[in-house]
């Protein structure tokens, strides 16, 4: 059974450009969220998305955004890069609803590592 | 606030003795999971081992263990018989449930060096 995958695994990006980052789930999985991972500020919640429609955002500006597909796929958008946008993005997906209180243990892909220049 | 605190940025033990990462954790919340995950070089972060909150029995995974201490907030890793694989970063997280959605809140991660 294979895990989250992300692409891409690496991307260089120039200040001032989008960038859109792609993770598919764990075969079955619904849930999809994403974290930025920075060596200042640790790891991050970004979004989480559920049958389409997003749960739960974390605490980003609006050039962050994402969206989660019928066969459960999802995408994180960032518009307008900053160099502080620099960082590993990981995706990780879960099994059934993420507001219920069982059996949602979270499994994480290997990440995107973008770099803004 | 939602906070996890891992007070050793670093540990380093001799290939198979046991090592203990700490963890605290604040949270309202009284439902709630709570994880370590292990991140080696490759960056993946990769499941070690879970604890339900409501479940006062320690878990276990081979040579993983945890101490759970809901009254105190705690919830520390313990590694018996070190590995060189098992040498990565380790981070404690919980996971809460808020409106239907969920959400991991992490640790600033422990650097575990396995010494041959």
């Known amino acids: 059974k294979a895990g989250v995958t992300q692409t891409p695994r690496y991307l260089i990006k120039t200040r001032g450009q989008q960038v859109t980052l792609s993770c598919s789930p764990i075969?079955?999985?619904?849930?999809v969220s994403w974290y930025q991972q920075t060596p200042g500020q640790g790891l991050q919640f970004l979004f989480e998305y559920f049958s389409e429609t997003q749960r739960n955002k974390g605490n980003f500006p609006g050039r962050f955004s994402g969206r989660q597909f019928s066969n459960s796929r999802s995408e994180m958008n960032v518009s307008t890069l900053e160099l502080g946008d620099s960082a590993l993005y990981l995706c990780?997906?879960?099994?059934?609803?993420?507001?219920?209180?069982?059996?949602?243990?979270?499994?994480f892909g290997e990440g995107s590592w973008l770099t803004v220049v | 606030a939602q906070t996890v605190t891992q007070s050793q940025p670093e540990m380093s033990v001799q290939e198979a003795e046991t090592v203990t990462l700490s963890c605290t954790y604040d949270?309202?919340?009284?439902?709630?999971?709570l994880f370590w995950y292990k991140q080696p070089p490759s960056r993946q972060m990769i499941l070690v081992i879970r604890q339900e909150a409501y479940k006062q029995q320690n878990a276990t995974e081979n040579r993983f263990s945890v101490n759970f201490q809901k009254a105190a907030k705690s919830f520390s890793l313990k590694i018996s018989d070190s590995q060189l694989g098992d040498a990565a970063m380790y981070f404690c997280a919980y996971r809460i449930i808020i409106q239907g959605a969920q959400k991991l809140v992490f640790g600033q991660g422990t650097r575990l060096t396995i010494n041959p």
């Open positions: 949270t309202s919340e009284s439902d709630y999971y």
């Open positions: 990780a997906s879960s099994l059934g609803d993420p507001g219920r209180r069982s059996g949602n243990t979270i499994y």
């Open positions: 075969s079955g999985h619904r849930s």
